[in-house]
């Protein structure tokens, strides 16, 4: 294993900052994938609904 010496404590918060931002942008993305389908599923009904009433 790599020796981190004296300055461990900076490698491992450089480390957790990593993580950190990497698991909130995946996150982030997880909740826009959720939105962006609701959005497509309102909007489809609505689709559906204008049909319905033209016909």
Not at 19 to 25: E, I, K, R, T
Not at 34 to 45: D, I, K, P
């Amino acid at each position: 294993m790599i020796a981190l010496g004296q300055h461990w404590e900076f490698i491992m918060a450089a480390y957790l900052g990593c993580f950190a931002v990497v698991g909130a942008l995946i996150g982030w993305t997880v909740l826009d994938g959720w939105r962006a389908r609701a959005r497509a599923a309102t909007l489809e009904a609505q689709r559906e609904q204008q049909r319905a009433a033209r016909s």
